[in-house]
């Protein structure tokens, strides 16, 4: 791996720390959101610190390049992530469903109400 590719992936990924870090001190980001992109930014860092091991992982793989193993390493893992937050997202989205036809049926069993105590 390139010594200025290494260097990069160093700046990035505490670069990457710092900010989790801050938006979690200004309340905008949960901590267990935040886990993953620290990991993340943990695993760049090595990979970055120690080379031989990107080497050995590419070798295994039967790839070229280390630089090819990094870049299938981060696209497997923000693949991964988009995967588990579509997950999320479709679990949300069907528990606000859930909640808006449950309040639905209260405002109408509400209105429902008012209007037999206007009868009487």
């Known amino acids: 791996m ?17 900010y989790m870090l801050r938006k979690i001190r200004q309340a905008k980001l949960q901590i267990e959101y935040a886990i993953f992109w620290l990991i993340f930014a943990g695993l760049l860092i090595i990979f970055s ?16 390049a280390p630089v090819n193993f990094i870049f299938l390493f981060v696209i497997f893992i923000l693949l991964m992530k988009l995967f588990l937050v579509t997950i999320e997202l479709s679990q949300l989205e069907y528990k606000v469903k859930e909640l808006a036809q ?13 209007k037999e105590n206007c009868i009487k």
């Open 102 to 114: 449950k309040m639905a049926i209260e405002e109408k069993l509400k209105r429902d109400e008012e």
């Open 2 to 18: 390139a010594l200025v590719f290494r260097l990069l992936l160093i700046i990035v990924s505490i670069l990457t720390t710092l």
């Open 49 to 64: 610190i120690f080379p031989w091991i990107v080497n050995i992982f590419t070798n295994l793989i039967g790839m070229q």
